[in-house]
């Protein structure tokens, strides 16, 4: 294997997605991509419609990222954000979306890795998901 496929295969990720809305959720998985970078590639999504699905999910282990929209109901992403990041032993980044770019405050108080707002740019979700994966070295 060459240095340039090391390099081009060195983060595959297992993504979850929450949100109560399916179209969000396509979404992020559209935004995204299968390869939101040269070196960085979804080898699977999980989608979750609610909060105690994704607790049961990440408590099973085995994600790499998580994303949450915040505008979720009724229990939006950025409470479930601080509850998993303060409960799961090193839980995996999580990026949360917020409802407006006014919400960063929001997304700090709730210890997110990364955050995107309301409407979604596929470009910032895509670099989001990049750095998340390189600056954890998950994969």
Not at 107 to 126: G, Y
Request: aromatic share 6%; glycine share 10%.
């Amino acid at each position: 294997m060459s240095a340039t496929d090391v390099r081009t295969a060195a983060h595959e990720l297992r993504v979850l997605v929450y949100s109560d809305d399916v179209t969000t959720r396509e979404a992020v998985r559209l935004g995204v991509g299968r390869r939101p970078a040269k070196d960085v590639r979804i080898g699977e999504w999980t989608e979750c419609a609610t909060a105690p699905a994704v607790i049961e999910q990440v408590d099973a282990g085995g994600f790499d990222l998580l994303i949450l929209d915040g505008e979720a109901v009724p229990y939006g992403g950025l409470g479930l954000c601080r509850q998993l990041k303060s409960e799961i032993y090193e839980c995996p980044p999580i990026m949360v979306l917020t409802g407006r770019v006014q919400d960063g405050w929001l997304a700090s108080w709730s210890n997110a890795d990364a955050v995107v707002p309301h409407p979604l740019d596929p470009i910032a979700l895509a670099s989001g998901v990049s750095e998340l994966a390189r600056s954890r070295d998950v994969g």
